[in-house]
């Protein structure tokens, strides 16, 4: 009876890759399609596609690296991650405005 309910838990498992790689490959025609609309703005073409690739990213997260089963731990890292990833291109930001501390003191 093991043997029988490994093999299912298996299949459900298989049936979930596939399911999440076929979305994947929808997910790339409709970014190369989208690519293809005749929009006039360009800011919108990358919006559809960077939203696309969003997903995808989800996808690829959430059930190959296995992240929507995880605990509270795994979202604390990546909170902390997006926090100083966050500062740290705030501090890049900050550094190329010509008014900033940096620049001030070769100024002079």
């Not at 490994?6 to 994947?24: E, G, I, P, S, T």
Request: aromatic share 16%; glycine share 4%; with cysteine.
């Amino acid at each position: 009876m093991s043997d029988h309910d490994n093999a299912h838990d298996f299949k459900k498992h298989v049936k979930r890759y596939l399911f999440v790689f076929y979305a994947l490959i929808v997910g790339t025609v409709l970014t190369v399609a989208a690519s293809w609309l005749p929009i006039e703005s360009v800011a919108l073409t990358v919006s559809i596609a960077l939203f696309i690739a969003c997903v995808k990213g989800f996808l690829v997260a959430g059930y190959f690296m296995h992240l929507i089963s995880e605990k509270k731990m795994i979202y604390g890292i990546l909170t902390a991650t997006i926090f100083f990833f966050a500062g740290l291109m705030y501090l890049t930001i900050w550094s190329m405005n010509k008014h900033s501390l940096i620049h001030l003191q070769y100024a002079q």
